[in-house]
């Protein structure tokens, strides 16, 4: 919302210095025209009279020898579209504006291009905007107009943020930087914001604070500074730094333009009180809570409201279970009302934590379903984006094609003579070296598979008389020679089976590459049973598919061992599994509410005895939570 409204903004200054004063002509015709032209310009109308008057404008014009002001009306009748937020009548009268213009008028079809850009992204058709900002850049390319290359680099940025593309967002904004000059604040302030978000949800905090601290040196305006120094706090407070961030949102609460912005207020109220509380969960912070949430209720300020019941929800949660439940049902419910898939994610999270069994696996399937549903949509956008990219380089390649002299397509025709010639001579040599480099690479191939089943069946053979067999003949001794009692011959023969399964595992194909994710979503769903129900959140979001392949097999025993202990000895009713990039680092959340362990005795039991040594293998690290009657939780990391 704050890009919207900032990238509204650059495009009122744009128009408004634009805009030429329309000149009157000596008719009464034209005394007409001019008073209505004049009215249509008033600032102190509203945007429907004045759009009123540009009707009757282009009534009293001749379409044939009056095209300059024709352009000019419908150029302005567009601007004040706009203000109504009627963006599809806005492009509509951009369009009829663009028929008129001569086709060696290329800084003029730059600029429509450009404004008609913002009317799509404004009304959501972020490829559409996309298409005409770069298209719009291809022209002033031409006629080499860098600061206006610069704002629609901006605008790019920020598309490509809002679709999930922060790398290529990066590059843009990095890009629009070299374009745009010093003087340039409004958009020199809009491409920091943009690459300070862009950092956030890369979850690299001190880049987004560096680019926060870029944009307030330049920020025009206390209310711009004011939207950036909470942003700079939230960064602060997600990094952990509970005291830099508390001290920035009170300084913010004392600036009397804070006073004057309800909505801006409640949000600084409640991010500190929240802030606050995560540094010390017994701090009084309830108040603060219930003053942000009044304002947000007199301001029907439905996204505030939702922060507000989130973090409700989780001050209850150790305080009072079925308040903290009540929270976040009216966070799932007002989200549902808004449309927002994310925050209805998060609700249904906290409902899933917070509820009993039966209710949570409810839950767990809306859950599922607007996660799958989110995942589709974003998948769609990214590809329907990188389409577009691709179309619009393609579209830059006909064009410099076009711009080709007859004299050079004869100077390629000519090198495409000569190298017809040589290839006719040199392509028989080239075949042969083909195939038989294609001999040499088959030979080798089947060479490495044959050393690699070799390698394999030794490993396997040297496993089982090492591992199973020694245990085999010791419990066969057992039963001869002593009389131990049938618990400990059953652990003994536990054993065996734990070993000869764990060679199973270790040996079986696993599917990995680019379908690495779905089969290991569809291994840790086959444990949902009628009594376990088995939770796992944004397995699709960390790019597992892109580890090595090592590291893919890896990853995938130790979750296994860990769901088939869960299976076998934690009697849990329910199991969350889930995934998160932080920093340099994937790091994977397993947890139950089974029966647990002593930690003590966990290396004995459960055949846990291999995850370790695995973790340890890709350079990873795994701790492990549990106690008898407590649940069991496994913490693993490994570096990207």
Same mark, same amino acid.
């Given at each position: 919302m704050n890009m919207l409204k900032n990238s509204f903004l650059l495009f009122t200054v744009f128009y408004q210095m634009q805009f030429v004063v329309f000149a009157s002509e000596g008719a009464s015709k034209k005394d007409s025209l001019s008073f209505?032209?004049? /009215?249509?310009?008033?600032? $102190?109308?509203? +945007?429907?009279?004045?759009?009123?008057?540009?009707? &009757?404008?282009?009534?009293?014009?001749? *379409?044939?020898?009056?095209? &300059?002001?024709?352009?000019?009306?419908?150029?302005?009748?567009?601007?004040?579209?706009?203000?109504?937020?009627n963006y599809d009548s806005a492009i509509f009268s951009t369009k009829k504006y663009l028929k008129l213009l001569k086709k060696e008028d290329i800084k003029g079809v730059a600029a429509q291009y450009s404004k008609m850009g913002y009317y799509y992204r404004a009304n959501s058709q972020m490829d559409s905007a996309y298409y005409c900002y770069n298209y719009s850049n291809e022209m002033f390319s031409i006629v080499q107009d860098s600061a206006r290359i610069g704002e629609n680099? #901006?605008?790019?940025?920020?598309?490509?943020?809002?679709?999930?593309?922060?790398?290529?967002?990066?590059? #843009?904004?990095?890009?629009?930087?070299?374009?745009?000059?010093? =003087?340039?604040?409004?958009?020199?302030? =809009?491409?920091?914001?943009?690459?300070?978000?862009?950092? &956030?949800?890369?979850?690299d905090f001190k880049e987004t604070i560096y680019w926060n601290d870029k944009a307030l040196t330049i920020a025009s305006t206390r209310g711009d500074s004011i939207v950036i120094l909470n942003n700079k706090a939230l960064a602060l407070r997600d990094m952990g730094n509970y005291d830099q961030s508390i001290l920035l949102f009170t300084e913010l609460l004392k600036d009397p333009k804070v006073e004057e912005q309800p909505r801006t207020k409640a949000r600084i109220i409640d991010n500190k009180a929240y802030t606050a509380w995560l540094k010390n969960k017994n701090s009084n912070v309830l108040s603060d809570f219930l003053i942000a949430k009044e304002i947000r209720l007199q301001e029907k300020d439905s996204i505030g409201l939702i922060a507000s019941y989130a973090h409700f929800s989780d001050f209850y949660k150790l305080k009072n279970q079925k308040i903290a439940i009540a929270y976040a049902l009216r966070m799932y419910q007002l989200a549902r009302r808004k449309k927002s898939p994310r925050d209805q994610? %998060?609700?249904?999270?906290?409902?899933?934590?917070?509820?009993?069994?039966?209710?949570?696996?409810?839950?767990?399937?809306?859950?599922? =379903?607007?996660?799958?549903?989110?995942?589709?949509?974003? *998948?769609?956008?990214?590809? /329907?984006?990188?389409?577009?990219?691709?179309?619009?380089? $393609?579209?830059?390649?006909?064009?410099?094609?076009?711009?080709?002299?007859?004299?050079?397509? %004869?100077?390629? @025709?000519?090198? %495409?003579?000569?190298?017809?010639?040589?290839?006719?001579?040199?392509?028989? #040599?080239?075949?042969l070296g083909f195939v038989g480099f294609g001999y040499y690479r088959r030979q080798k191939h089947q060479q490495e598979k044959k050393e690699e089943v070799y390698k394999t069946e030794t490993r396997i053979a040297k496993k089982i008389h090492d591992e199973?067999?020694?245990?085999?003949?010791?419990?066969?001794? /057992?039963?001869?020679?002593? =009389?131990? +009692?049938? !618990?400990?011959?059953?652990?003994?023969?536990?054993?065996?089976?734990?070993?000869?399964?764990?060679?199973?595992?270790?040996?079986?194909?696993? %599917?990995?590459?680019?379908?690495? !994710?779905?089969? @290991?979503k569809a291994l840790l769903a086959s444990f949902n049973t009628t009594t376990t129900t088995v939770i796992i959140k944004d397995i699709y979001s960390v790019d597992l598919k892109s580890l090595a392949k090592e590291k893919q097999i890896e990853l995938y025993r130790v979750l296994q061992e860990l769901m088939v202990n869960m299976q076998k000895h934690s009697k849990a009713k329910l199991v969350a599994i889930s995934f998160k990039k932080e920093r340099n680092n994937y790091v994977i959340n397993y947890s139950d509410n089974g029966i647990g362990v002593v930690l003590k005795e966990l290396?004995?039991?459960?055949?846990?005895?291999?995850?370790e040594s695995r973790i340890k293998s890709i350079n990873g690290l795994i701790t492990f939570d549990t106690s008898l009657n407590n649940g069991f939780k496994a913490f693993i990391s490994f570096k990207i």
């Amino acid at each position: 919302m704050n890009m919207l409204k900032n990238s509204f903004l650059l495009f009122t200054v744009f128009y408004q210095m634009q805009f030429v004063v329309f000149a009157s002509e000596g008719a009464s015709k034209k005394d007409s025209l001019s008073f209505h032209l004049e /009215k249509m310009k008033d600032v $102190k109308l509203s +945007p429907a009279t004045g759009l009123y008057h540009a009707n &009757k404008a282009l009534h009293l014009i001749d *379409k044939e020898t009056d095209i &300059k002001t024709r352009k000019k009306i419908l150029g302005y009748k567009a601007y004040l579209f706009g203000n109504l937020r009627n963006y599809d009548s806005a492009i509509f009268s951009t369009k009829k504006y663009l028929k008129l213009l001569k086709k060696e008028d290329i800084k003029g079809v730059a600029a429509q291009y450009s404004k008609m850009g913002y009317y799509y992204r404004a009304n959501s058709q972020m490829d559409s905007a996309y298409y005409c900002y770069n298209y719009s850049n291809e022209m002033f390319s031409i006629v080499q107009d860098s600061a206006r290359i610069g704002e629609n680099l #901006t605008h790019i940025a920020i598309i490509q943020s809002n679709l999930g593309d922060y790398t290529g967002s990066e590059e #843009t904004g990095i890009k629009a930087l070299d374009y745009l000059d010093k =003087s340039n604040i409004v958009y020199l302030t =809009s491409v920091y914001n943009c690459l300070a978000i862009t950092s &956030k949800n890369q979850i690299d905090f001190k880049e987004t604070i560096y680019w926060n601290d870029k944009a307030l040196t330049i920020a025009s305006t206390r209310g711009d500074s004011i939207v950036i120094l909470n942003n700079k706090a939230l960064a602060l407070r997600d990094m952990g730094n509970y005291d830099q961030s508390i001290l920035l949102f009170t300084e913010l609460l004392k600036d009397p333009k804070v006073e004057e912005q309800p909505r801006t207020k409640a949000r600084i109220i409640d991010n500190k009180a929240y802030t606050a509380w995560l540094k010390n969960k017994n701090s009084n912070v309830l108040s603060d809570f219930l003053i942000a949430k009044e304002i947000r209720l007199q301001e029907k300020d439905s996204i505030g409201l939702i922060a507000s019941y989130a973090h409700f929800s989780d001050f209850y949660k150790l305080k009072n279970q079925k308040i903290a439940i009540a929270y976040a049902l009216r966070m799932y419910q007002l989200a549902r009302r808004k449309k927002s898939p994310r925050d209805q994610l %998060e609700a249904l999270q906290k409902l899933i934590d917070l509820d009993n069994a039966k209710s949570a696996k409810k839950y767990y399937m809306s859950y599922i =379903s607007i996660s799958d549903s989110l995942v589709l949509a974003e *998948k769609q956008a990214g590809n /329907k984006f990188a389409k577009l990219k691709y179309d619009s380089e $393609k579209n830059r390649e006909e064009n410099l094609r076009l711009k080709i002299v007859n004299s050079e397509k %004869e100077l390629e @025709l000519e090198k %495409e003579k000569i190298q017809n010639i040589i290839g006719a001579v040199s392509g028989g #040599t080239l075949l042969l070296g083909f195939v038989g480099f294609g001999y040499y690479r088959r030979q080798k191939h089947q060479q490495e598979k044959k050393e690699e089943v070799y390698k394999t069946e030794t490993r396997i053979a040297k496993k089982i008389h090492d591992e199973v067999a020694n245990n085999v003949v010791n419990i066969m001794n /057992k039963v001869q020679y002593t =009389s131990e +009692p049938k !618990e400990v011959l059953l652990d003994d023969l536990e054993k065996v089976y734990l070993l000869t399964r764990n060679i199973s595992h270790q040996n079986s194909t696993i %599917e990995t590459g680019a379908r690495f !994710e779905d089969s @290991l979503k569809a291994l840790l769903a086959s444990f949902n049973t009628t009594t376990t129900t088995v939770i796992i959140k944004d397995i699709y979001s960390v790019d597992l598919k892109s580890l090595a392949k090592e590291k893919q097999i890896e990853l995938y025993r130790v979750l296994q061992e860990l769901m088939v202990n869960m299976q076998k000895h934690s009697k849990a009713k329910l199991v969350a599994i889930s995934f998160k990039k932080e920093r340099n680092n994937y790091v994977i959340n397993y947890s139950d509410n089974g029966i647990g362990v002593v930690l003590k005795e966990l290396k004995l039991k459960n055949g846990l005895i291999n995850v370790e040594s695995r973790i340890k293998s890709i350079n990873g690290l795994i701790t492990f939570d549990t106690s008898l009657n407590n649940g069991f939780k496994a913490f693993i990391s490994f570096k990207i």
